[in-house]
T-cell receptor, first 115, second 113 residues
Framework: GAVVSQHPSRVICKSGTSVKIECRSL??????MFWYRQFPKQSLMLMAT?????????EQGVEKDKFLINHASLTLSTLTVTSAHPEDSSFYIC???????????FGPGTRLTVT | KQEVTQIPAALSVPEGENLVLNCSFT??????LQWFRQDPGKGLTSLLL?????REQTSGRLNASLDKSSGRSTLYIAASQPGDSATYLC????????????FGKGTHLIIQP
């Protein structure tokens, strides 16, 4: 089956620093990947759509200058949280769109804690 | 804007019972409807995907139905087991299928041994 990995699984950073999260499709090429965020006891919310070789599309209310997305290859998308603040602490999950099937496969998620 | 609602928010039943989880969505123009399982602190496990042209999908003890006209989907779990305890998420596919998913808040299910 299609496998998507994320790294790191957990990260703790200090307020004001930046942190990068990687999302990889391991056994298929994904021109489109998605980034979601989940706050405690809340639903997953789509943050942005990442397209290989082009700019990401951000959902309303998501700051594109704060959450930098780079989809430089068909198997890798990165999310960089810049100048992190405690309110950015959340569970970040990526997914990759399997080509030709319009089905998303999800990574295991990254728990970000900003102190 | 699509909104997905799941009822109940939490459910606790004895082992062996059959149960139904409900999902409703406000915009019937969905591309597909997907059910996931999420264990505490973990990512998502896809359970069933129903395309907009389909009425139901089955996998083992799980059966999911879709009624686009009424904006509803149900997940039926037969002969529940303690290992079924998890949060179950319903998500509606947007646009032409290459768009993101709109998730409900989930149903937290506990199966009592």
């Amino acid at each position: 089956g299609a496998v998507v990995s994320q790294h790191p699984s957990r990260v703790i950073c200090k307020s004001g620093t930046s942190v990068k999260i990687e999302c990889r499709s391991l056994d298929f090429q994904a021109t489109t990947m998605f980034w979601y965020r989940q706050f405690p006891k809340q639903s997953l919310m789509l943050m942005a759509t990442s397209n290989e070789g082009s700019k990401a599309t951000y959902e309303q209310g998501v700051e594109k200058d704060k959450f930098l997305i780079n989809h430089a290859s068909l198997t890798l998308s990165t999310l960089t949280v810049t100048s992190a603040h405690p309110e950015d602490s959340s569970f970040y999950i990526c997914s990759a769109l399997y080509p030709g099937m319009n089905e998303q496969y999800f990574g295991p998620g990254t728990r970000l804690t900003v102190t | 804007k699509q909104e997905v609602t799941q009822i109940p928010a939490a459910l606790s039943v004895p082992e062996g019972e059959n149960l139904v989880l409900n999902c409703s969505f406000t915009d019937s123009a969905i591309y597909n409807l997907q059910w996931f399982r999420q264990d505490p602190g973990k990512g998502l496990t896809s359970l069933l995907l129903i395309q907009s042209s389909q009425r139901e999908q089955t996998s083992g003890r799980l059966n999911a139905s879709l009624d686009k006209s009424s904006g509803r989907s149900t997940l039926y779990i037969a002969a529940s087991q303690p290992g079924d305890s998890a949060t179950y998420l319903c998500a509606a596919g947007r646009g032409g299928g290459a768009d993101g998913l709109t998730f409900g808040k989930g149903t937290h299910l506990i199966i009592q041994p």
